[in-house]
């Protein structure tokens, strides 16, 4: 079954780890939510000036981007990317 790109990349950003679990990848997806969830609360508690909302916004820009990918990936029936090129969660 084909998926849509654009839709995929857009959730992805919006919510991080939606645009996985739109692509069946839910591992991925909940790996990411919870990766970009703490960094975020973390960087929040220790900076406190808006470093944790930029961080998140570079992991959203990124999981949108591999969102992307995998969605390609499965449309043309070939292997999914890595996850930060290292990890394979599918």
């Given at each position: 079954?084909?998926?849509?790109?654009?839709?995929?990349?857009v959730?992805?950003?919006?919510?991080?780890?939606?645009?996985?679990?739109y692509?069946?990848?839910?591992?991925?997806g909940?790996?990411?939510?919870?990766?970009?969830?703490?960094?975020?609360?973390?960087?929040?508690?220790?900076?406190?000036?808006?470093t944790?909302?930029?961080?998140?916004?570079?992991?959203?820009?990124?999981?949108a981007h591999?969102?992307?990918?995998?969605?390609?990936?499965?449309?043309?029936?070939s292997?999914?990317?890595?996850?930060?090129?290292?990890?394979?969660?599918?």
């Amino acid at each position: 079954m084909s998926k849509n790109r654009i839709i995929a990349g857009v959730v992805s950003f919006i919510f991080t780890g939606l645009g996985q679990l739109y692509l069946g990848f839910y591992k991925r997806g909940i790996t990411q939510f919870i990766l970009a969830y703490f960094i975020v609360v973390l960087l929040t508690i220790l900076g406190g000036s808006g470093t944790g909302l930029i961080i998140w916004l570079l992991f959203n820009i990124y999981y949108a981007h591999d969102a992307d990918m995998c969605c390609e990936a499965i449309n043309s029936n070939s292997v999914p990317p890595l996850l930060f090129g290292k990890f394979y969660l599918l």
